[in-house]
């Protein structure tokens, strides 16, 4: 059972509120069961422990109440905050240890549990290894404390940190030199797809993307309604017509996705940076989907794809039409409303039920067709049609 905290804005409360729910939906995509929320009003996070010392106490006193054994920080902590909060939170003579998660080894986690691929699976363990290094006293801490060690600083503890410090930077090189080999292998099979139109689907997490690639391509690509359902790229090749073009669905992205799990991912993300097209899922029918569409706007900057050419694709229209029974919301307007922030392509749509798949489908068409004719500019321009009949793995 985990306690979730997080540093708050009490002006903004719905906004804290909103990012404890996804953080409690990280916990239980991690198989975590949350039990409790602590929110600390700061404007900056302590030095020393993050929340401040009588925060600490407090949460201390709920642990112990509520024999949680796990607590979950939605930011980033140092190595020094892990270490003091270990130190408060723990107790000498406690026969386990009160596990500490922040918000980057959380995901890193969840990542190496959903990885099927060789290369998705060399990618976290660099990310997760990489992380991990200036951190690990505070797993040495749980280790000694398992074992019945003293408790002190130095003797063995300390001479078997540095062993594993050092077996993690090799472990470290190796998994580099793994991943340059894979990029290499996966540079030369995207040379071969120079000739055909590529598209990619990006999203925030749990958007439907998945639902949408199975939609689109009749594959049976994993969809669930859990954060990172997919980690690895899945690529199909898709005909409209005669006009063939390939479709990515790629991890999703979230606020404050790790850095090192960023960098790792670089060959992976070539797949949105290389594609001649984006189809950006939205989930409409959060109520912060346009923090959403900020959060992954921002990340195709990072990752040097802004200047690709964007379809949204407001996804979830069905739940969204729900929501408003009683005050209708009008489609046509909402789609000028983001027209006018930008994205010129824009349709509304439901991968679960198929609501207006034909309106993406037609729209998609024409867009790969304008690809198409740019790669074979002689090729004829009649007798295209947008129906789909072929699709095959790539």
């Known amino acids: 059972m985990a306690v979730l905290v997080t540093l708050g804005d009490s002006r903004q409360p719905e906004i804290t509120t909103e990012h404890l729910d996804e953080l409690a939906f990280l916990a239980e995509t991690a198989g975590i069961e949350t039990v409790g929320r602590l929110v600390q009003s700061l404007n900056a996070p302590d030095p020393r422990t993050f929340i401040g010392k009588g925060k600490v106490e407090e949460l201390k006193i709920f642990v112990e109440a509520n024999h949680v054994n796990t607590v979950i920080f939605d930011d980033d902590l140092s190595p020094s905050q892990l270490r003091n909060l270990e130190m408060a939170l723990n107790t000498k003579d406690a026969e386990t240890g009160i596990k500490i998660y922040d918000r980057s080894l959380l ?8 990885a099927q691929t060789a290369q998705a699976r ?15 006293t505070r797993l040495w801490t749980h280790l000694e ?15 078997e940190i540095e062993t594993d410090r050092r077996n993690i ?8 030199d793994e991943l340059e080999k894979i990029d290499r292998q996966r540079k030369t099979q995207r040379k071969s797809r120079n000739n055909i139109v590529r598209v990619a689907l990006v999203g925030y997490t749990n958007a439907g993307k998945s639902t949408l690639m199975n939609k689109l391509s009749g594959s049976g690509v994993l969809a669930e309604n859990k954060l990172f359902a997919t980690v690895d790229a899945t690529v199909r090749k898709i005909t409209f017509g005669n006009i063939p073009f390939l479709l990515s669905d790629t991890v999703g992205f979230i606020r404050k ?20 097209i984006l189809l950006h899922v939205v989930d409409v029918s959060h109520p912060f989907h346009h923090n959403h569409i900020e959060v992954v706007s921002q990340t195709l900057t ?32 909402m789609k000028k409303i ?20 034909l ?36």
């Open 169 to 176: 930077r090799y472990r470290i090189t190796l998994l580099k």
């Open 257 to 276: 996705l790790p850095h090192h799990l960023i960098e790792s991912f670089k060959s992976t993300l070539d797949e949105v940076r290389e594609a001649d």
């Open 122 to 136: 060399t990618q976290v363990e660099l990310a997760r290894n990489q992380y991990l290094l200036p951190r690990l």
């Open 338 to 357: 983001y027209n006018d922030h930008g994205f010129t392509q824009v349709t509304f749509v439901s991968a679960e039920t198929g609501l207006n798949m």
């Open 107 to 114: 995901i890193l986690d969840i990542f190496l549990k959903r």
């Open 359 to 394: 309106e993406l489908k037609q729209l998609l068409f024409e867009e790969v067709k304008k690809k198409h004719l740019l790669i074979f500019p002689n090729f004829l321009k009649d007798g295209y049609s947008f129906a789909p009949f072929k699709t095959e793995e790539v």
């Open 302 to 333: 990072e990752i040097g794809a802004s200047d690709i050419p964007v379809v949204l694709v407001l996804n979830k229209a069905d739940l969204l039409l729900k929501q408003h029974t009683e005050d209708p919301v009008d489609l046509e307007s």
């Open 145 to 159: 404390r398992q074992r019945g060690g003293t408790g002190t600083r130095g003797g063995a503890g300390e001479r």
